[in-house]
């Protein structure tokens, strides 16, 4: 089942970033204008439900299917906003959390097959209290009455219109931006791309994008490496006592981490997991001797297994300083 879920993801990925849409997606257009109907007649009907509640709320989200970003930006927004006197709370949908009750407080400690792997990769990287539960309304109320924060930051939650934002920011891939410029299934499109113009501030991950010109350009760069089981670390400028290791990456877009490897000066042997994806023990014991590289939010699922030859490449990411004055400047009244 995997195999063939593989063979789809990719063969979408090919029809989806291309400049314009191939012949052989014309059949989904139909689809596509379907979809694109459906999801904006449900904005508006959850718009005119909205709650607002009486802290900023900022949603940070996308409107592409894959990874563009938004774990990062979300632990460098919080870094700034505490630094400006900020007490952020986080609410998550915890994709993938095995959790039965909602809304959860996710421990620092937390287990990612039990809370997902983003909010517990959030709890552990912030020193903020983050909540998961599908209802991100129900998540918000129960961190403002169990928690003296003052700000809600939304991981995801983009399309989850009940729930009034004050801010929102669009991450977006600079590398592949917009793909052919169609909705779901026939591109990568959650939303039409006119949802850009309508006032959320624009991030592009790594580079300008023709399509966005109007985007802040931030980048995601290389912190540290990190021996997962010892927990020591090692500045990127430092060489590493290895140049090939096994690249491994279950995240939205595995080939912008193994491009990441490759200008580090690494050889690599790549293995792109689904995003999310539960590792195991023995998805990891390659047949050699060979170093093993994964991100940090991979990472953090392999923690309490990990083997001797597992290194994390932990990345920041990097808000351009009028980004953050612009993002300052639109949250209302005083609330620091």
Same mark, same amino acid.
């Given at each position: 089942?995997?195999?063939?879920?593989? /063979?789809?993801?990719?063969?979408?990925?090919?029809?989806?970033?291309?400049? /314009?849409?191939?012949?052989?997606?014309?059949?989904?257009?139909?689809?596509?204008?379907? !979809?694109?109907?459906?999801?904006?007649?449900?904005?508006?009907?959850?718009?005119?439900?909205?709650?607002?509640?009486?802290?900023?709320?900022?949603?940070?989200?996308?409107? $592409?299917?894959?990874?563009?970003?938004?774990?990062?930006?979300?632990?460098?927004?919080?870094?700034?906003?505490?630094?400006?006197?900020?007490?952020?709370?986080? %609410?998550?949908? *915890?994709?993938?959390?095995?959790?039965?009750?909602?809304?959860?407080?996710?421990?620092?400690?937390?287990?990612?097959?039990?809370?997902? +792997?983003?909010?517990?990769?959030? &709890?552990?990287?912030?020193?903020?209290?983050?909540?998961?539960?599908?209802?991100?309304?129900? &998540?918000?109320?129960?961190?403002?009455?169990?928690?003296?924060?003052?700000?809600?930051?939304?991981?995801?939650?983009?399309?989850?219109?009940?729930?009034?934002?004050? @801010?929102? %920011?669009?991450?977006?891939?600079?590398?592949?931006?917009?793909?052919?410029?169609?909705?779901?299934?026939?591109?990568?499109?959650?939303?039409?791309?006119?949802?850009?113009?309508?006032?959320?501030?624009?991030?592009?991950?790594?580079?300008?994008?023709? &399509?966005?010109?109007?985007?802040?350009?931030?980048?995601?760069?290389?912190?540290?490496?990190?021996?997962?089981?010892?927990?020591?670390?090692?500045?990127? /400028?430092?060489?590493?006592? !290895?140049?090939?290791?096994?690249?491994?990456?279950?995240?939205?877009?595995?080939?912008?981490? !193994?491009?990441?490897?490759? $200008?580090? *000066?690494?050889? @690599?042997?790549?293995?792109?997991?689904?995003?999310?994806?539960?590792?195991?023990?023995?998805?990891?014991?390659?047949?050699?001797?060979?170093?093993?590289?994964?991100?940090?939010?991979? &990472?953090?699922?392999?923690?309490?297994?990990?083997?001797?030859?597992?290194?994390?490449?932990?990345?920041?990411?990097?808000?351009? +300083? +009028?980004?953050?004055?612009?993002? %300052?400047?639109?949250?209302?009244? +005083? /609330?620091?």
């Amino acid at each position: 089942m995997s195999d063939h879920r593989d /063979t789809l993801t990719r063969w979408l990925e090919r029809l989806w970033y291309r400049p /314009t849409l191939a012949w052989y997606g014309l059949p989904l257009l139909p689809i596509s204008y379907l !979809f694109r109907v459906t999801a904006q007649r449900r904005r508006v009907h959850h718009t005119q439900l909205a709650e607002r509640l009486p802290v900023p709320v900022i949603v940070v989200g996308n409107i $592409s299917i894959g990874g563009t970003g938004k774990t990062p930006v979300i632990q460098a927004l919080a870094s700034h906003l505490m630094q400006r006197g900020y007490r952020p709370g986080i %609410i998550s949908r *915890g994709h993938g959390a095995r959790q039965q009750t909602f809304p959860a407080r996710v421990p620092a400690s937390a287990n990612p097959q039990q809370y997902g +792997d983003e909010p517990a990769l959030l &709890a552990h990287s912030t020193s903020c209290p983050v909540v998961i539960d599908p209802d991100r309304v129900r &998540a918000a109320h129960y961190l403002l009455e169990t928690t003296d924060c003052n700000l809600i930051l939304s991981d995801d939650g983009l399309q989850h219109y009940r729930l009034a934002r004050d @801010i929102e %920011i669009i991450v977006l891939d600079g590398e592949r931006g917009l793909g052919n410029g169609h909705c779901l299934p026939a591109g990568p499109l959650r939303e039409p791309a006119a949802r850009l113009a309508e006032g959320a501030l624009l991030l592009c991950n790594g580079c300008e994008n023709d &399509a966005v010109p109007t985007a802040s350009v931030m980048q995601l760069a290389s912190r540290q490496w990190r021996h997962l089981q010892s927990g020591r670390t090692q500045a990127v /400028t430092k060489a590493l006592p !290895f140049s090939k290791v096994h690249a491994v990456a279950g995240i939205g877009n595995p080939q912008r981490f !193994f491009n990441t490897l490759e $200008s580090l *000066g690494l050889t @690599i042997e790549s293995h792109a997991f689904p995003d999310h994806h539960a590792f195991t023990p023995d998805e990891l014991a390659f047949n050699d001797e060979l170093p093993i590289v994964m991100t940090s939010k991979d &990472a953090i699922k392999c923690q309490a297994w990990a083997n001797p030859r597992i290194w994390v490449l932990d990345v920041q990411a990097q808000l351009p +300083d +009028d980004f953050i004055e612009a993002l %300052i400047h639109r949250l209302p009244g +005083d /609330t620091a």
